[in-house]
C-alpha cells in the first residue's frame, strides 16, 4: 500500500521555475511508485491535472505570481498553515515540507498529528532573502532570522537537499549534527526528447523566436534576477555582440522583464536580443533546442541550479560561473568562469561558438551525464526510503546512491 504523504509549498505553485519543477516531478514519481500526495499551497498559480493540490483562501489584492521574499509572505504563511492544519485532519503517514516557511507551517502540523516531517531544503532562508535584497547583510534582523532558519533544520526528522554541496552546507552550521540530512538530486522530465531538431523545424522555431537567419544563439532559461547573473550576462553579451555580430541572445524567463529589456537597450544590444517572457515548463525543453550553446551566470552560492539539466539535456554545451552547484551537477563537461567575471564570460562564450568540433563533443558528454545521473525515478526511490527511515520501515530492493 502506498504512502499518503501531506506536501506543503509556501509559493505560487505551479508558476514554471526552479523549486516548482521539482515539487511537481517529485510528486509524479512519487505516484509512479504508488503513493499519493496531497499539496497545500498559496491561492495563485496553475493546478496540473495530476496534482490534488489545496490551495489557501484568496487574497483578491495579493493575486500576481510572487518570486522570492515579499511582506505579503508574512500572512500567506498564516493563511496556509491554518489550512494546512485542517486538511491534516485526514489519514496521512508524514508531512513533506519545501523551503524553510513550509517546514515551519510543517513542524507543528507534524507534532500534532503525531506524524514525522522530512523537509525539503532548497537553499538557505537568509541567503534567499539577501539575494534577493529583501534584507540586507547589515541588518539588525539577521542574525535572529538565522537563529530560526537553524531552528527549523533542528526541527525537521529528516532534510533532502538536491546537492552534496546543500548537505556540506546545512553539517557545516550545525554542531552538533542533524538527525539526518540526505541527497535526492533534481532529474530531468520522463517524457524528455533527445531528439534534436532537423534544420528546417529549428529555423521555423527560430523564427517563432524572432531570431533573424544566419545567427549563432546562446540560450538563458530561468528567473531574470540579479542573483541569477542576469545583469552580468547582458554585460557579457554586449562583448559578445561588439566582437560577434552575428551571435543572438535568447533570455527565457520572468518576472525582471521590463528591468533587463531596459539594461538591454541601454547597452544598445536589443537587436541581438530576444526576451520571450515567461515559457511553460512543458516547451522549456523544444525551446532550448534552438540554441548552440547555453549560459548560467547565477551568483547564489546555496541554491540549486536546475536550469543546467535541461541545457544538457538539450545537448547545449554550458558556459557557467564556476560553483560548487554547478560543478556537481555539469562535471568536467561545464565551460568554468571565475565567478563575477564578465570579461571571462563574454570570452568562454566566443570560444565555444568558434569551436563546433568541441561544441558536439560536449553535447554528447552532457546529454550522457545526465541521462545516467538524474532521473527522477532514481530521485523518487532515494526519497521513498528516506520516507521508510523516518516511519522506521525496512528499505525493499535496491536504492539508488546520492549524488
Known amino acids: 500500500?502506498?504512502?499518503?504523504?501531506?506536501?506543503?509549498?509556501?509559493?505560487?505553485?505551479?508558476?514554471?521555475?526552479?523549486?516548482?519543477?521539482?515539487?511537481?516531478?517529485?510528486?509524479?514519481?512519487?505516484?509512479?511508485?504508488?503513493?499519493?500526495?496531497?499539496?497545500?499551497?498559496?491561492?495563485?498559480?496553475?493546478?496540473?491535472?495530476?496534482?490534488?493540490?489545496?490551495?489557501?483562501?484568496?487574497?483578491?489584492?495579493a493575486s500576481a505570481i510572487r518570486v522570492g521574499s515579499s511582506v505579503h509572505k508574512l500572512y500567506f504563511d498564516l493563511l496556509l498553515g491554518a489550512r494546512t492544519a485542517l486538511a491534516s485532519i485526514g489519514q496521512f503517514d508524514l508531512v513533506h515540507a519545501h523551503l524553510h516557511e513550509g517546514a515551519a507551517i510543517g513542524l507543528p502540523v507534524a507534532r500534532l498529528r503525531g506524524l514525522p516531517l522530512v523537509f525539503d531544503y532548497q537553499g538557505s532562508l537568509t541567503r534567499e532573502m539577501i539575494d534577493h535584497r529583501f534584507l540586507s547583510p547589515t541588518s539588525r534582523l539577521l542574525r535572529p532570522l538565522e537563529w530560526l532558519e537553524h531552528a527549523i533544520e533542528r526541527g525537521a526528522d529528516a532534510i533532502i537537499t538536491s546537492s552534496a554541496h546543500g548537505a556540506?552546507?546545512?553539517?557545516?552550521?550545525?554542531r552538533p549534527g542533524l538527525?539526518?540530512?540526505?541527497?535526492?538530486?533534481?532529474?530531468?522530465?520522463?517524457?524528455?526528447?533527445?531528439?534534436?531538431?532537423?534544420?528546417?523545424?529549428?529555423?521555423?522555431?527560430?523564427?517563432?523566436?524572432?531570431?533573424?537567419?544566419?545567427?549563432?544563439?546562446?540560450?538563458?532559461?530561468?528567473?531574470?534576477?540579479?542573483?541569477?547573473?542576469?545583469?552580468?550576462?547582458?554585460?557579457?553579451?554586449?562583448?559578445?555582440i561588439e566582437?560577434?555580430?552575428?551571435?543572438?541572445?535568447?533570455?527565457?524567463?520572468?518576472?525582471?522583464?521590463?528591468?533587463?529589456?531596459?539594461?538591454?537597450?541601454?547597452?544598445?544590444?536589443?537587436?541581438?536580443?530576444?526576451?520571450?517572457?515567461?515559457?511553460?515548463?512543458?516547451?522549456?525543453?523544444?525551446?532550448?533546442?534552438?540554441?548552440?550553446?547555453?549560459?548560467?551566470?547565477?551568483?547564489?552560492?546555496?541554491?540549486?541550479?536546475?536550469?543546467?539539466?535541461?541545457?544538457?539535456?538539450?545537448?547545449?554545451?554550458?558556459?557557467?560561473?564556476?560553483?560548487?552547484?554547478?560543478?556537481?551537477?555539469?562535471?568536467?563537461?561545464?565551460?568554468?568562469?571565475?565567478?563575477?567575471?564578465?570579461t571571462g564570460l563574454a570570452g568562454a562564450m566566443i570560444d565555444l561558438l568558434d569551436d563546433p568540433a568541441r561544441r558536439a563533443s560536449l553535447a554528447i558528454s552532457l546529454r550522457t551525464r545526465v541521462r545516467s545521473r538524474f532521473s527522477w525515478d532514481d530521485a523518487s526511490a532515494l526519497l521513498e526510503a528516506e520516507y521508510f527511515r523516518v516511519l522506521g520501515k525496512s528499505v525493499t530492493g535496491p536504492v539508488p546512491s546520492g549524488r
Open 1 to 61: 500500500m502506498g504512502l499518503r504523504i501531506l506536501a506543503i509549498a509556501p509559493t505560487s505553485f505551479f508558476a514554471d521555475y526552479g523549486c516548482h519543477v521539482r515539487i511537481l516531478e517529485e510528486i509524479r514519481a512519487l505516484a509512479r511508485r504508488g503513493h499519493h500526495t496531497t499539496l497545500c499551497t498559496y491561492h495563485n498559480g496553475r493546478t496540473p491535472p495530476d496534482v490534488h493540490v489545496i490551495r489557501m483562501p484568496r487574497v483578491p489584492w
Open 168 to 174: 556540506a552546507h546545512l553539517a557545516g552550521h550545525h
Open 179 to 240: 538527525r539526518r540530512v540526505a541527497v535526492v538530486p533534481d532529474g530531468i522530465g520522463r517524457g524528455s526528447d533527445i531528439r534534436d531538431l532537423d534544420d528546417s523545424a529549428r529555423a521555423a522555431l527560430r523564427e517563432r523566436l524572432g531570431i533573424p537567419d544566419g545567427r549563432q544563439v546562446v540560450a538563458y532559461l530561468g528567473l531574470l534576477a540579479d542573483y541569477q547573473g542576469v545583469d552580468h550576462l547582458l554585460y557579457a553579451a554586449r562583448q559578445v
Open 243 to 342: 566582437r560577434r555580430p552575428d551571435v543572438h541572445f535568447l533570455v527565457m524567463g520572468y518576472p525582471g522583464l521590463e528591468q533587463y529589456r531596459r539594461q538591454a537597450h541601454d547597452l544598445q544590444i536589443l537587436g541581438n536580443v530576444s526576451f520571450t517572457g515567461r515559457v511553460p515548463y512543458e516547451e522549456a525543453s523544444t525551446l532550448l533546442k534552438s540554441a548552440d550553446i547555453a549560459v548560467s551566470a547565477k551568483r547564489s552560492a546555496t541554491e540549486a541550479n536546475g536550469k543546467l539539466l535541461n541545457y544538457m539535456d538539450a545537448g547545449l554545451p554550458v558556459v557557467v560561473y564556476e560553483t560548487p552547484v554547478a560543478r556537481e551537477v555539469l562535471g568536467d563537461f561545464g565551460t568554468y568562469v571565475a565567478p563575477g567575471d564578465v
